[in-house]
C-alpha cells in the first residue's frame, strides 16, 4: 500500500529538548516537504526536498532543520523548540511530475 | 504576490441540498490547481488536479471547474459522509502549491 508514514503521532515536550519527527514514503517519490497547520491558516511549508540531498526552504523554516540522505526519509529536526512551535504537522511526498501529493497521518506537536 | 482565498469559511447544509465551494486566486505561472479534502486529525486526500480554465473534473458527488480567477467546487446531493474541510491550493511557476485556508463543510442528515 502507498502510503507516508509519520512518528510519533502525537508528542508532548519541554521547551528546548531537542526532537526529531520521522517521515518516510515506499512510492519512491523524489520530492518530499514539511507542513505545518494552525487554525485558522492554511498550510504553510517548513522544508522541502526535490531529491536526495537536496533541501530548501519553505515559507516558515526558522527553528526547524531537515535532511535527506536517503530517498524515502525527510526527518524534521528541532534543535530548540519553544511553544510557538506547537502545532500540527504533516508530512507529504510527490512524484517529480508533481501530478497529486500524499500525506502523512500528521504529528500533534505540544511544547511546554 | 501569490496568494489564494476560499470562501466561505463555512458551510453548514442539509442532506442533499446542493451548493458551491470557491476558491479565488492570484498565482503567477499557474501550473494547475489541487483540490483535496482533509477530514479532522488527519492528512489531505487529493481530489482533483485542474489544469486549464475551462477545465472540469468529476468525482462521485463533487465537480471542479476552474476559470483563469477562480475555481469552484460544486456538491451534489451531499451526504453526511462528505462533512469535512476542503482544501484548494493553485500551484505556481515554480511548482509550489500555495495553500488555502479551507472551506469546513458539515452536512447535517
Known amino acids: 500500500e502507498a502510503q507516508v508514514t509519520q512518528n510519533p503521532r502525537y508528542l508532548i515536550t519541554v521547551t528546548g529538548k531537542k526532537l526529531t519527527v520521522t517521515c518516510s514514503q515506499n512510492m519512491n517519490h523524489e520530492y518530499m516537504s514539511w507542513y505545518r497547520q494552525d487554525p485558522g491558516l492554511g498550510l504553510r511549508q517548513i522544508y522541502y526536498s526535490m531529491n536526495v540531498e537536496v533541501t530548501d526552504k519553505g515559507d516558515v523554516p526558522e527553528g526547524y532543520k531537515v535532511s535527506r540522505k536517503e530517498k524515502r526519509n525527510f526527518p524534521l529536526i528541532l534543535e530548540s523548540p519553544s511553544p510557538n512551535q506547537t502545532s500540527l504537522y504533516f508530512c507529504a511526498s510527490s512524484s517529480r511530475a508533481r501530478t497529486e501529493a500524499f500525506f502523512g497521518q500528521g504529528t500533534r506537536l505540544t511544547v511546554v | 504576490e501569490d496568494q489564494v482565498t476560499q470562501s466561505p469559511e463555512a458551510l453548514r447544509l442539509q442532506e442533499g441540498e446542493s451548493s458551491s465551494l470557491n476558491c479565488s486566486y492570484t498565482v503567477s505561472g499557474l501550473r494547475g490547481l489541487f483540490w483535496y479534502r482533509q477530514d479532522p486529525g488527519k492528512g489531505p486526500e487529493f481530489l482533483f488536479t485542474l489544469y486549464s480554465a475551462g477545465e472540469e473534473k468529476e468525482k462521485e458527488r463533487l465537480k471542479a471547474t476552474l476559470t483563469k480567477k477562480e475555481s469552484f467546487l460544486h456538491i451534489t446531493a451531499p451526504k453526511p459522509e462528505d462533512s469535512a474541510t476542503y482544501l484548494c491550493?493553485?500551484?505556481?511557476?515554480?511548482?509550489?502549491?500555495?495553500w488555502g485556508a479551507g472551506t469546513k463543510l458539515i452536512i447535517k442528515p
Open positions: 491550493a493553485p500551484m505556481d511557476s515554480n511548482y509550489q502549491l500555495i
